[in-house]
C-alpha cells in the first residue's frame, strides 16, 4: 500500500473514532507529514459531520479520455504553430523584409494555412465534446488525464510567454527596431496569453473551482 493510501486510512479511522480533523492533522504534522500530504489525506473524506466518514468520489484515468485530450493536445499544438508561422510569414512579407515571398504562393503560408484547416476544426469539436461531457456529468472535471492536460498546456503557454519576453529584452538591449520583429513578438504573447486564460481554471480541482 502506498505512503497516500495508508495516510488516506488512518485519517478515516481517526474521524471514525470521532476525532477532530484539527486533533488529526496535528497527529500527521507530529508524525511528519509534509502539508500537501496531510490536506490531500483530509480532502479524500467529505466534511458532513457523518459517521461512517464519507469519501469524497475520486476519478480514475479511461482510455477514452487519453485518446481525446491526447488528440486535443496534438490538434491545439499544431494549430497554434500554424498560427504563429503564417502571422510571421505575413509580417516578413508586409513588413519589409525583401526575402520574404508574397501571397499564397509563399510555401510557408501554404503550410500553415493546410494545418489551420484541418487540425483547428478538430481541436474546437474536441473542445466542444468535452464541454457536453462537463455538462452531462461534472464528475469529469476530477479527471487526472483532463487536468494533466491543462497543466501541460498551461506550461507551455507560460514557457513561450517567458521565452518570448526573453527575445524582446534581448532585441530591446540589442537596439533591434524593426516593426515586424515587434509584430511576431506581440503575435506570441497573445496567443500563449489566450491559451493560459482558456485552460487556468481546468488546474484547479472542484473544491478549489466552487
Known amino acids: 500500500m502506498r505512503p497516500a493510501d495508508r495516510l488516506v486510512g488512518f485519517v478515516g479511522e481517526a474521524l471514525r473514532a470521532g476525532r477532530s480533523r484539527a486533533d488529526i492533522e496535528a497527529a500527521m ?44 493536445f496534438v490538434a491545439l499544438v499544431i494549430s497554434t504553430v500554424s498560427i504563429l508561422r503564417l502571422g510571421f510569414e505575413l509580417a516578413d512579407a508586409r513588413l519589409g523584409d525583401p526575402f520574404a515571398e508574397r501571397g ?24 466542444r465534446k468535452v464541454r457536453r461531457l462537463t455538462l452531462a456529468d461534472p464528475a469529469s472535471t476530477r479527471s487526472p488525464v483532463r487536468r494533466w492536460f491543462a497543466a501541460l498546456t498551461c506550461f507551455i503557454a507560460a514557457l513561450a510567454l517567458l521565452t518570448d519576453l526573453l527575445f524582446v529584452i534581448q532585441g530591446l538591449l540589442g537596439g533591434e527596431t524593426a516593426l515586424r520583429f515587434f509584430a511576431k513578438a506581440t503575435l506570441v504573447a497573445a496567443v500563449a496569453g489566450a491559451i493560459l486564460l482558456y485552460y487556468r481554471s481546468e488546474m484547479q480541482s472542484p473544491d478549489e473551482a466552487a
Open 29 to 72: 504534522i507530529g508524525a511528519g507529514w509534509s502539508e500537501s500530504e496531510i490536506r490531500a489525506a483530509l480532502g479524500a473524506w467529505a466534511e458532513t459531520g457523518f459517521t461512517p466518514p464519507v469519501p469524497r468520489p475520486r476519478t480514475g484515468p479511461s482510455p477514452r479520455e487519453a485518446v481525446i485530450f491526447g488528440l486535443m
Open 104 to 127: 499564397l504562393g509563399n510555401w510557408g503560408i501554404r503550410r500553415a494555412l493546410a494545418g489551420l484547416i484541418v487540425f483547428f476544426p478538430l481541436f474546437l469539436w474536441l473542445d
